[in-house]
Nanobody, 136 residues
Framework: QVQLVESGGGLVQPGSSLRLSCTAS????????IGWFRQVPGKEREGVSC?????????????YYADSVKARFTISRDGANNTSYLQMYNLKPEDTAVYYCASGIRRYGLSIATLCRPPFVSFNSWGPGTQVTVSS
C-alpha cells in the first residue's frame, strides 16, 4: 500500500523559509515522478514543482517550477530515506495554501511541464497535505 505523508508546514512571517518533507512508503521515490502541489480554498490545485527521471539520461532528472516560485523554491529527494523535500525561501503571503506531495509514473515523452499541470493524471498517490500560512 502506497502512503505519502507531508510535514513541515506552519505559520511564518513573509520573507521566512520553510522546508516541507514528504515521506513515502510502498513506493520508491527514486524511480517515480514526484510532485508538490498547493491549493487554496475555492481555487484549482496548482502544480508548484515536479521532478522526474529524464527519458534519455536517467541520472539527470527533469525539474519543473511554477513561475511564481522560481528562484525561491527547490525540490529534491533523498533516496536513502525515501523522502522528497520542498525547500521554500522568501515566502510571500500568496504562498499560503495547503501543500500536497504526490507520486506517480511519468509516461514516456510527457514533458515535465505537462506532468506538473492539471489534471495531474500521472500522479496516483497523494498525501493528506500540510498547511503553510505566510502572514505578518
Amino acid at each position: 500500500q502506497v502512503q505519502l505523508v507531508e510535514s513541515g508546514g506552519g505559520l511564518v512571517q513573509p520573507g521566512s523559509s520553510l522546508r516541507l518533507s514528504c515521506t513515502a512508503s510502498g513506493v520508491s521515490l527514486d524511480h517515480n515522478a514526484i510532485g508538490w502541489f498547493r491549493q487554496v480554498p475555492g481555487k484549482e490545485r496548482e502544480g508548484v514543482s515536479c521532478l522526474a527521471l529524464d527519458d534519455i539520461s536517467p541520472r539527470e532528472p527533469n525539474i519543473y517550477y511554477a513561475d511564481s516560485v522560481k528562484a525561491r523554491f527547490t525540490i529534491s529527494r533523498d533516496g536513502a530515506n525515501n523522502t522528497s523535500y520542498l525547500q521554500m525561501y522568501n515566502l510571500k503571503p500568496e504562498d499560503t495554501a495547503v501543500y500536497y506531495c504526490a507520486s506517480g509514473i511519468r509516461r514516456y515523452g510527457l514533458s515535465i511541464a505537462t506532468l506538473c499541470r492539471p489534471p495531474f493524471v500521472s500522479f496516483n498517490s497523494w498525501g493528506p497535505g500540510t498547511q503553510v500560512t505566510v502572514s505578518s
